[in-house]
């Protein structure tokens, strides 16, 4: 069981530490003297110090070595630029970047490719030198969608990653645990420092029997977004169970566990099974398999009798094909009463546009029973009602089903085949059927459908679905089509049902690997020059902060006294401004600008000043109260800033007595060394000097 296993078929120097993991579970089995559940496992497998971390579900910090990093290339920018300034000559963790937020649909794949590569030069020539300069893979545009090239490459049973994209836990498809993070952590992990996690709480979902007729793995996570609603999985992993586990495919809990995301869940994910090692197999990766086989009842397995925090039950016999929406991906409805709520709610019943594929739901399997219903219809002479678009998630996809055919099945049926990325699932659709403003539905196989997330246009009712269902309701172009009771007209006017979908979950003839996407690092990096232009508006290359000056800061300025709702939206607007993700002085122009100032009642009107920021809490929430927008502060007590004890806060109003009071903060011993070097990378530049 110790040889040596390669993560991936494009790294050489990654190896599967099945035997340090096990250790690891071992240690931690015993001092906590109770049986621990698959996803805990793969947790504490990957513990730092398993001997003395403190282990407790929903309260204790862990301190964690993941496996590997994966950025897209809008979250990519700004992470690559930290980790530059670590003065490190490549990543301590194996990590890759995919290019496939920046590409908008508009015609179809090559056209959009070729116009996408042309405008975003600047920043693909950046992340693919910097790729090469610090040994990161670098997949370019074209090559697919980050969670689907993770799956077809680099997820295995047992893994922990890390990607700077909310539904990384896809990955989870492949028994391991992927966690979405935000690119400050993912720089650290690509630094080598541990990763940092509030162990989670796990939520397990027992499936039972099996699935059949118009159901799809698609509907298992769309009836539990209905039960547990967009917050239920937070701060909890997801853990699968139950005899109904074994009877899907690989890509299919890849799709569960992607759309976990909206559910708030810090992963979810699988224990190791059969269909896990056939898609291993199938795409090149037979070793990885065996390896796991021989770990199948140690580590890749849940302990005899693991509790979970909570179980929610889900009978696949009885599961029903669901659509969710709009506007929040937890509004289930099961099809056997879409008609009626439909109707009930005033949602436009034509189905404008069907759209099938992205990082959720484009595997072989969900192409070919799409494209086997689009054939049964195509065989009494129907096309499609709704436009229909297709997303692949890769390269890999693309080709395959353009060599077996359902491709072509899907452009004869009236679809229009897009490039190999995000598009319409992140609003990168130059959509032109409609006006903005306009009332109108349509239905993805995506995973969210937040308000004007598609398209731009609040008024546009987006539901999810699964492919087959989406498929159903572009033939039928009526939101009221139930697939299972409705009867279609063939072009003489006869009745007909569609057929029950069917497909195949891997493809007969193994998978084409299309064209060659990928850019490994080369072998010498050392001339390797980054190309960030000094005049570009979008890249800029960082400047270390200053490390701290040793003294308590006194009389600083309120930046700003926020009133009302602050979300991370109103902290760092999207839309616009995601194109100046790697520029830190243009994106800094959008910092709090949605946020309302206590000040003037306004939002986007702030006084110009310039600091650092140290986050801290009111112990006492009412003296934020007291605090007026043009007071100064002094901080005391950081001479001795240490783990657990508070702080003083110094308040000089402009007219008015000083006054104290106390404030709270959650540094640890390592946080506190970030902030007196100015900042982690800062640290680890010095170590790294040292
Ligand atoms: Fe995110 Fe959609 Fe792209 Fe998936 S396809 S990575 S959900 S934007």
Redesign the pocket.
Known sequence: PDSKVHMNLLESHSFINYKKNLENVKIVQERLKRPLTYAEKLLYGHLDNPHEQEIERGVSYLQLRPDRVAC?DATAQMAILQFMSANMDQVQTPSTVHC??LIQAQVGGPKDLARACDLNKEVYDFLATACAKYNIGFWKPGSG???QIILENYAFPGALLIGC???TPNAGGLGQLAIGVGGADAVDVMAGLPWELKAPKILGVKLTGRMNGWASPKDIILKLAGITTVKGGTGKIVEYFGDGVSTFSCTGMATIC?MGAEIGATTSTFPYNQSMAAYLNATGRSDIAKFADIYQNTFLKADEGAEYDEVIEIDLNTLEPHINGPFTPDLATPISKVKEVAVANGWPLEVKVGLIG???NSSYEDMTRSANIIKDAAAHGLTSKALFNV?PGSEQIRATIARDGQLKTFQDFGGVVMAN???P??GQWDRQDIKKGDKNTIVSS???NFTARNDGNPATHAFVASPEMVTAFAIAGDLRFNPITDKLKDKDGNEFLLEEPHGEGLPARGYDPGENTYQAPPKDRSTVTVAVSPTSDRLQLLTPFKPWDGKDPEHLPILIKAVGKTTTDHISMAGPWLKYRGHLQNISNNYMIGATNAENGEANKVKNHYTGLLPLNFVDKADYDKINPDDEVDIIGLTTFAPGKNLTLRVHPKDGKSWECELSHTFNEQQIEWFKAGSALNRMAAMFAA
Do not use: K, L, M, V
């Open positions: 897209q496939d937020h969608i980050i969670h994209d909310s539904h992607n992205s990082c959720t997303s990325a995000c598009g699932c992140i995506f995973n969210r």
